[in-house]
């Protein structure tokens, strides 16, 4: 039976169906007939960027040593579809994976998510960095394995065993790096610390590129434009480090089983001439597909290796800190070089004491320092907080001493040309006044010996040799000596001026070279050149930490040097032998046998630091 | 010798049209394959390796099929309606427990070395029950009984699908509605339907976006004035008192225009809150239409223009509530959120293979998109997208215009049947095809969700071929049979 009633319906469905049918073909319209960007995006699909990667640079110590070069190594690539007849077994064992490990890689491989883009009929990387060595194994079999390729690309490898810290690493980019610079890639490395890190740009150069044209099949057709658009790559600048790898092995053989730093600087220059973070690790560590693995293992080591603690680790500088509290008393007129203080076994008002070794008494400054009076600059900063005629308040005294502070290189970053520089700490007047509340010259007395609030990097420390060396003048400390066909940062080269006149400086040399002479680093004494320096023994929760900080010679300083030796005791224990030897390598070139049995015993003597967590 | 004649007017009775398109559309439907599967390793497209091979194969059984089908006399559905439902109800039920897990999805078969999804078998069976229940005496829509029936038939088998975690063939489902439709349900369900859906589209889209200005959210302000213009317009449409329009009309719209008037010159404000009282006003109006005329369409169409009005704010509520990756999904799809790399991967690059087309497309085999596998699951789901590389707009307008053609023949064919069964399971056919068509190449053209469900005689596979044969041939058999005097 016929339903008529609802039979203009019909209409209505084949008008639904003619609606769409139309939207649909509107839409279509404008997909494929006025909307450009769809074909554009297509096209970024089928053109193929060959990215070629330049030789990244290679860096030299000062003396033209090769420290860092590139090696080629192998990326293992697979056509999905040319694998056929695989004899997955010799496979697996000649590039020395599981089965399981292969099933998994060709399972990510195909997997578009993991892989977007993914053609079974282009190459995909396989396996990644494999060596030389691994290389020529696999290469004779290479026949046999259908649909496998292999792709060149360089490794970085190591021409030293030292100066890891320095030199850093390069390894693939993070997702983090790839967002933040468009120029990076996944699968593209990048320099992760050190040298290789902040000198990336350079290291680097730029990537090149070949547009090709590729088929329906994957194949590439040929050169876009005829290569017009193509971009050749420009290799990486060479770096030259202000290193001496003699002097930086040196370092790190004596710095053996123990912690701390070593940081030596030519004063006119800046130039860092080593640096020794210890413990370190063997650079070689980082090289090739291993450097995962490595980092894990350092990175959950307590004495934690990875660390730079020339840079980045802070301490209490001790009595080395005691020549910029002399030359800010010079300067502001709070003591002459006759002024002298008492020190009966140490410095006493009431019940403030801060104990002191045994020496002559009252002392001008040029013996306060030869002997690191503690009583004497504890005098000092007290006058000076307390002179209520040169400043009318103590906040204005503090904020005074800490102007010196700063213009010294203290409390904040000397900016050297390195990744992950500390700043250290110098207090001001706020600081106080938010810690302390009512707070007089008393309570902070200690920051005038080093100790308190007061901590510095060895770097900092080592600077201040170089501006004492410099009578009055620093350049910004740094580790790139030259740039092949580039140059230096201009905030490497800027002279920064201290607030203290040179004439004090020269009191403060005078009594840095009567320590050595017969003061407390009477060990580092030599007939060959004339040595300055400043022991510094910095109180801590567990045994003190050594410290040495000095020049040589003291005419036209060629060596500004900071040692320092976490729990080595009284600064004469190991600060003072190792910054001897330290000068001498680096002044005379080698050690004399004496010397070198010298070295060979601090090499040998080790700290024991239990494996508590630092 | 009587029977002989009939079968012989049965033959020349066989729309022949409909056949031709038929194989004109499985035709094209191969080639498309061959353009998204064609490996230039292996140039012989016939070969049993290759998908376009093994389609080549679901064709021609298909063919055999379909000439099966054509011998099976109506008079066998017609007894064995219920039967075949009930076995097919039990197949789906079976299939949830000893199917294997497919993708998350428990609806695959495997018999021998093919694979079967039932539930693409699923709809000729349905819609046979629906034409053998509608047929029978006394069937009324009208009857509240007699539709929960009919809708119980479509419902049953959604659910078990749905048990298979096979939604978007679920949803297919809701196809049978338009032939319920056709069959004198009131249209005021399908227009609630559709209304829902513009409601949430243009409320969602907009719902973050600002008049120039004004502190007025684009999408509240929309969706509250089509929610009064759908309301006037169903007091127009059924209940034909043009009085009462008059008074809605100027009320609501002239309010709403005044307070945008107000609003751009005067002190700019959110124009909502007045059109959200006006809204309330005029519900109170309807309602009292209806205690004054005690006509119950009132009620109905107050509770309608209520639900209207909340409509943005319980789904805009809702919304929040969802999981993150259900949001970014619908997001994604009202082009809310770009995110070539995450949920709209697919569509993005389906876009892209589309757009590349151009005019005339890049021809048969030559779609870089397509080979270079960029667009997933391009054979199955996807493979519009190798008609409109390959075909360009030429090539993917003409196929939308053979598929109107195609839906439009069925609709021909349908309404000249003689009795309810073959005008019914017609209605169920076409719409079922509609219904792919309008997911299918919508979603590949992101208009609409990515539900994925094949696109008939195109989308690489034997299950939805035969499917769809099933369902198209034993229509035609009926349609044969219209001219032969029922006993």
């Known amino acids: 039976m016929k339903s008529f009633k609802y039979e203009y319906r019909k209409y209505v469905l084949a008008g639904i169906a003619l609606i769409i049918v139309l939207s649909y073909i509107t839409r279509l319209a404008f997909l494929q007939l006025s909307d450009e960007e769809y074909k554009t995006r297509a096209d970024d699909n089928a053109f193929f960027n060959n990215v070629i990667f330049p030789a990244r640079g290679v860096i030299y110590d000062r003396n033209g040593e090769l420290l860092v070069y590139n090696q080629p190594a192998y990326d293992i690539m697979v056509i999905m579809r040319e694998v056929t007849n695989l004899d997955t077994l010799d496979f697996c064992n000649t590039l020395g994976i599981t089965k399981e490990q292969f099933d998994e890689r060709m399972r990510i491989i195909k997997d578009d998510k993991k892989n977007p883009g993914y053609s079974s009929y282009t190459q995909q990387l396989f396996m990644g960095q494999i060596s030389t060595e691994d290389f020529s194994i696999f290469q004779e079999k290479l026949f046999r394995f259908h649909g496998f390729y292999v792709r060149e690309r360089t490794i970085r490898r190591y021409a030293t065993d030292y100066c890891a810290h320095v030199l850093g690493d390069v390894a693939e980019v993070s997702q983090k790096e790839v967002d933040k610079d468009d120029y990076y890639s996944p699968g593209d490395y990048i320099g992760k610390q050190g040298v290789e890190r902040s000198y990336e740009p350079e290291l680097r150069g730029e990537k090149g590129v070949e547009v090709l044209l590729r088929d329906a099949r994957g194949r590439i057709q040929g050169h876009y434009k005829n290569g017009a658009l193509d971009r050749k790559p420009v290799p990486g600048k060479n770096l030259t480090l202000s290193i001496d790898a003699k002097l930086q092995a040196l370092g790190e053989r004596l710095m053996e089983g123990k912690m701390g730093a070593i940081v030596a600087i030519e004063p006119k220059t800046g130039e860092i001439l080593c640096m020794v973070s210890a413990p370190s690790y063997d650079p070689h560590r980082m090289e090739g597909k291993q450097r995962g693995a490595q980092m894990m293992e350092m990175q959950r080591d307590p004495m934690k290796p990875m660390l730079n603690r020339a840079i980045s680790g802070t301490y209490p500088p001790g009595s080395t800190f005691k020549t910029s509290q002399g030359l800010t008393f010079l300067q502001e007129g709070i003591i002459t070089n006759t002024t002298a203080y008492p020190c009966s076994r140490g410095f006493r008002i009431g019940r403030m004491k801060v104990g002191c070794h045994g020496h002559g008494a009252p002392l001008p400054l040029i013996p306060a320092i030869a002997t690191s009076c503690n009583g004497y600059f504890c005098w000092g900063l007290y006058h000076m907080l307390n002179n209520r005629t040169k400043y009318k308040t103590i906040q204005d005294a503090m904020t005074t001493w800490k102007n010196y502070m700063v213009s010294m290189g203290f409390g904040y970053k000397l900016g050297v040309d390195l990744p992950g520089e500390a700043r250290g700490m110098i207090p001001n007047a706020e600081y106080y006044d938010r810690r302390l509340g009512n707070w007089n010259a008393l309570g902070v007395i200690s920051i005038a010996i080093g100790q308190g609030e007061v901590t510095l990097t060895p770097l900092q420390i080592a600077n201040l040799g170089a501006t004492i060396a410099n009578r009055g003048y620093y350049i910004t400390p740094h580790i790139v000596k030259h740039i092949q066909g580039g140059h230096l940062a201009d905030s490497l080269k800027v002279k920064h001026k201290t607030m203290v006149d040179t004439c004090y400086y020269r009191m403060v040399v005078e009594g840095m070279r009567k320590a050595v002479q017969g003061g407390t680093c009477k060990s580092a004494n030599t007939s060959m050149y004339e040595v300055c320096g400043k022991t510094g023994t910095a109180q801590n929760r567990g045994q003190d930490h050594s410290a040495f900080m000095g020049f040589a010679p003291k005419d036209n300083p060629k060596i500004a040097i900071a040692v320092y030796v976490e729990n080595g005791g009284f600064g004469a224990h190991y600060g003072v032998p190792i910054g001897a030897l330290m000068m001498e390598q680096y002044i005379k070139g080698e050690l004399s046998p004496a010397s070198e049995a010298k070295a060979n015993t601090f090499q040998h003597k080790h700290i024991n630091y239990g494996t508590r967590e630092r | ?487």
């Open chain 2, 1 to 487: 010798m009587e029977r002989e004649k009939g079968n012989k007017g049965i033959f020349l009775s066989i729309d022949w049209a409909t056949i031709l398109l038929y194989v004109i559309l499985i035709g094209w439907g191969w080639a498309s394959v061959c353009g998204a599967c064609y490996d230039f390793n292996q140039p012989d497209l016939f070969a049993w390796e290759t998908n376009s091979g093994k389609q080549i194969v679901w064709a021609i059984t298909s063919l055999v099929l379909a000439a099966v089908l054509l011998l099976i006399e109506k008079r066998f559905y017609d007894t064995a309606a219920y039967v075949i439902y009930g076995a097919m109800m039990l197949l789906l039920a079976v299939t949830i427990v000893i199917a294997p897990d497919t993708k998350g999805s428990r609806s695959w078969l495997p018999i021998g070395p093919v694979k079967l999804q039932p539930a693409e078998f699923a709809k000729f069976a349905v819609a046979l029950a629906l034409g053998k229940l509608m047929d029978q005496y006394g069937f009324s829509i009208k009857k509240m009984k007699d539709i929960g029936i009919a809708i119980g038939l479509i419902v049953f088998p959604m659910l078990l699908i749905i048990a298979q975690k096979e939604t978007g063939s679920a949803l297919v489902y809701f196809a049978f509605f338009l032939m319920l439709y056709r069959e004198g349900m009131t249209g005021s369900l399908l227009f609630c339907g559709f209304a829902c859906v513009v409601y949430f589209v243009v409320g969602m889209k907009f719902s973050q976006d600002y008049i120039t200005n004004m502190p007025v959210s684009i999408g509240e302000f929309s969706v509250l004035l089509l929610a009064m213009i759908f309301s006037i317009g169903l007091v127009l449409v059924y209940c034909h008192n043009w009085m009462a329009v008059k008074i809605m009309a100027a009320s609501c719209l002239g309010s709403t225009l005044l307070a945008l008037l107000f609003s751009i010159y005067v002190i700019p404000f959110d124009i909502c809150y007045i059109m959200l009282g006006v809204c309330v006003l005029m519900i109170g109006y309807i309602i009292g239409l209806a205690v004054y005329t005690h006509l119950y369409r009132y009620v109905l169409i107050a509770s309608f223009a209520l639900l209207s009005t909340s409509f943005f704010y319980i789904t805009d509520t809702l919304f929040q509530h969802l999981d993150n990756h259900q949001r970014v999904r619908i997001e994604v799809l009202l082009g809310m959120k770009d995110d070539p790399k995450g949920a709209g991967y697919n569509v993005n690059q389906a876009k892209i293979a589309i757009g590349s087309g151009g005019l005339w497309g890049k021809g048969f085999l030559n779609g870089t998109q397509t080979k270079l596998k960029y667009v997933p699951e391009q054979h199955t789901d996807f493979i519009f997208c190798t008609v409109g590389e390959e075909g360009g707009f030429v090539g993917s307008a003409l196929l939308l215009i053979a598929y109107l053609l195609f839906i439009w023949r069925l609709i021909y064919v349908a309404e000249r049947q003689t009795d309810t069964m073959g005008r019914v399971y017609g209605y169920c056919v076409l719409c079922i095809f509609l219904f792919h068509l309008f997911i299918n190449v919508g979603m590949v053209l992101g208009l609409t969700p990515v539900i994925g469900i094949p696109l008939p005689f195109f989308s690489y596979g034997g299950s939805s071929l035969w499917g769809f044969t099933l369902l198209l041939f034993i229509f035609l058999r009926m349609d044969a049979e219209r001219n032969l005097k029922r006993q």
